[in-house]
């Protein structure tokens, strides 16, 4: 019952600030498109010279990207340097936006200016950054189990002639490793709570309190990941679902699906401000801030005449 309480808060306080969610949109997709252009840079010159090609972009399978780099050649690094600059300029962009949005969503009864948000992103952006780097740990920490998995079932029924157990155990590895990343994600959304509410800059104290909260509450922060993974899937499937349709047509379809395209990206950031909200509801009760310290009381002072 508490997960759903915090989902349906989380959703509650992500549309009381819909002035942050234009902006938030409006900077989201700036970051995104000066994320694509040194990636276009290199792509573009590759279209239309490949059939193949041509149909892996059109799908957006990643083995587009393999077809570049077999063409590209000598300009390799050009391409590796591409995918590095535009991973980076994706990275600064979202931890600076979340910087400046967290601490609105943290404090229910904050007001919203595009002053406060931006104000907010300066305080928080290398606390958030830092947060984002030691974030690494956990998930490399996640990889390494499920790679484990993977020798051992290899170990036990790598020799054999059916293949069915190491399939089964690989959609084993990848279902665990995904509510791993759910979880990790969903511990990091804590942490962010929690840096902007007590205003501390030690990143890494909250990074491994907040994987310790997950650890002492994992019912709680599983069901509220997945209300928040099964409304994300939902959403993935009706695009999908809408683009295949609209793909084909006209000028007009082209219109209807770029308005649709923007619109599943705005949801999406929905869903990540109702993820920060329901954190932030969830925060005080599963780890209340230590109460403050009682202030003595002033020692009356005695006016004495000699």
Not at 82 to 109: K, N, Q, R, T
Not at 145 to 157: H, N, T
Not at 271 to 284: I, K, Q, T, Y
Request: contains cysteine; proline residues 6%; hydrophobic residues 60%.
């Amino acid at each position: 019952m508490l997960p759903l309480i915090a989902y349906w808060s989380g959703l509650g306080r992500a549309w009381r600030r819909k002035r942050m969610l234009a902006l938030y949109w409006f900077f989201h997709t700036l970051c995104a498109a000066a994320a694509a252009l040194p990636l276009m840079a290199v792509a573009v010159p590759q279209l239309g010279r490949s059939r193949l090609g041509d149909e892996l972009m059109r799908q957006f399978d990643l083995a587009w990207l393999a077809e570049i780099a077999s063409a590209a050649g000598a300009a390799a690094p050009a391409v590796v340097f591409a995918i590095l600059a535009a991973s980076a300029v994706l990275l600064l962009g979202a931890v600076f936006l979340a910087a400046g949005a967290v601490p609105l969503l943290a404090e229910e009864g904050a007001l919203y200016s595009p002053e406060t948000f931006w104000r907010g992103a300066g305080r928080n952006f290398w606390p958030f950054l830092r947060l984002a780097l030691y974030s690494f740990i956990p998930y490399g920490a996640a990889f390494a189990i499920a790679g484990l998995l993977r020798r051992g079932a290899q170990a036990l029924w790598g020799e054999g002639l059916a293949a069915r157990p190491l399939v089964l155990a690989d959609y084993a590895r990848m279902a665990l490793l995904i509510v791993l990343f759910g979880l990790i994600s969903t511990a990091m959304d804590f942490a962010k709570v929690r840096l902007a509410l007590s205003g501390s800059r030690q990143s890494l104290r909250a990074c491994f309190a907040s994987l310790r909260l997950v650890w002492r509450n994992p019912g709680v922060v599983f069901w509220l990941w997945a209300c928040f993974a099964a409304t994300g899937a939902a959403l993935a499937w009706a695009y999908v679902e809408l683009a295949v349709r609209l793909e084909g047509g006209g000028a007009a379809l082209v219109v209807v699906l770029v308005l649709l395209q923007q619109a599943y990206v705005l949801a999406r950031i929905v869903l990540r401000f109702a993820a920060w909200g329901a954190a932030a509801e969830l925060d005080p009760i599963l780890r209340p801030l230590p109460a403050p310290e009682p202030t003595p009381a002033p020692v009356p002072v005695h006016d004495y005449q000699i």
